[in-house]
């Protein structure tokens, strides 16, 4: 299939609003692709091997990582990207950077940092994202951060709290002004979301935490069931799986593809900034897709995520990272160099970032060996 030109209302280099620090354009790329690029070389983007998705590192090889999730939601966005003549390139570079200030371990990590901050500001990791890519990667001469474009930088940040995002110039204003962000955002954000729906199934199925049976009573499931079994009688277990869950994430993707295009074609915008002033969402599933995929979400939230095998590990994981917040927090000298100095000057708030910053960007395999270190 031969990719079609760009829509009108699709991001472009053009009409983007720019990097934060000038630079020449680069000789044999885009400027997405350039973004692209420089997400996949950065140093939190390989950290996200040792990242839990679900299930903590160690516990399986098999298992999604955050490094294998971001690169599933990257390969549906830009099959979604394409179809609907969108950015492939921003497209992908959203979805590789969305996670890259994840904590280790996963949500429990999440909210037991963000509970750690509560004094502090707080912790969310989507915000971190943002900051990861604005502040964090030291690796250009010339500017701190990745210099992203604004679009990436707009998708990155899915949601922001008033307080923050008035901290945050141009890319938090859409937070203030309660406006769209552009359609490679929005599909970016859905296609998060279809991943860990689907890949969370299959994770959960292996792990034995969720039955066939369970997952039966879910109709975006049971629907996908039904067929396989009926023109594939005796399948085994593993192949079963496998064939639902393609299904799965065809039927949704299809009808995410035709629902936007529906969309669309009724507000029908004639460029991003119009898509941002539509004043709602314009990528999205139909009303039965959608909650059938809210259902699902629900499930494995009540079934999965809080699996009392799984509450084991977010208890001790807990302990893991309030140890070493408190302890850092305590003494900044036991933190690397670089975080030491730059805790050593500044108020408690500022200090806790810091430390929040250092914490944040463990593996999950580090934040375990630290706290091995400074239990002694
Ligand atoms: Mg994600």
């Known amino acids: 299939m031969h990719a079609a030109p760009l829509a009108p209302y699709a991001a472009t280099e053009a009409r983007s609003k720019g990097r934060r ?3 020449p354009d680069a000789r044999y790329r885009g400027q997405y692709q350039r973004d692209r690029d420089r997400i996949i070389h950065s140093t939190a983007f390989r950290r996200l091997v040792y990242k839990t998705q679900v299930f903590v590192n160690h516990e399986g090889d098999l298992y999604r990582t955050r490094l294998t999730h971001s690169l599933e939601v990257a390969q549906i966005g830009r099959s979604v990207a394409v179809a609907l003549q969108l950015s492939e390139p921003l497209t992908e570079a959203i979805c590789l950077a969305h996670d890259l200030g994840h904590t280790p371990f996963g949500h429990a990590g999440q909210d037991t940092l963000n509970a750690c901050m509560r004094d502090y ?3 969310e990791h989507n915000l971190q994202s943002l900051r990861v890519v604005d502040e964090l990667e030291a690796k250009y001469a010339d500017f701190p951060g990745l210099n992203l474009m604004f679009e990436t930088r707009e998708g990155i940040l899915k949601h922001c709290s008033k307080k923050n995002a008035k901290m945050l110039g141009d890319v938090g204003e859409r937070f203030l002004n309660r406006t769209q962000p552009g359609l490679e955002a929005q ?12 890949h969370d199934v299959d994770d959960g199925y292996r792990a034995g935490l969720i039955s066939l049976e369970q997952l039966r009573e879910q109709p975006l499931f049971d629907t996908q069931y039904r067929e396989v079994a009926r023109r594939y009688p005796g399948l085994e277990d ?3 799986i496998y064939e639902i869950i393609r299904r799965m994430i ?3 993707v299809t009808d995410l593809i035709e629902t936007t295009k529906h969309n669309l074609d009724e507000a029908a915008p004639e460029s991003i ?3 941002r002033a539509a004043g709602r969402p314009l990528v999205g599933f139909s009303a039965e897709i959608g909650e059938q995929h809210r259902l699902l979400k629900q499930f494995l939230h009540s079934h999965l995520y809080s699996h009392e095998q799984k509450l084991e590990m977010t208890r001790k994981v807990q302990t893991v990272l309030r140890d070493l917040f408190e302890t850092f927090m305590n003494d900044v000298n036991r933190m690397p160099s670089e975080f030491a100095a730059a805790a050593a000057d500044g108020d408690d708030t500022a200090r806790a970032r810091v430390v929040a910053d250092y914490i944040a960007g463990m593996t999950d395999r580090y934040a375990f060996a630290e706290h091995s270190r400074i239990s002694g």
């Open 21 to 23: 620090y000038e630079e």
């Open 121 to 123: 500001g707080g912790f």
């Open 187 to 198: 599909l970016a954000d859905m296609c998060d979301a279809i991943a860990y729906n689907n």
């Open 238 to 240: 593993r192949r079963l």
């Open 250 to 252: 065809n039927a949704v």
């Open 273 to 275: 900034d119009e898509v």
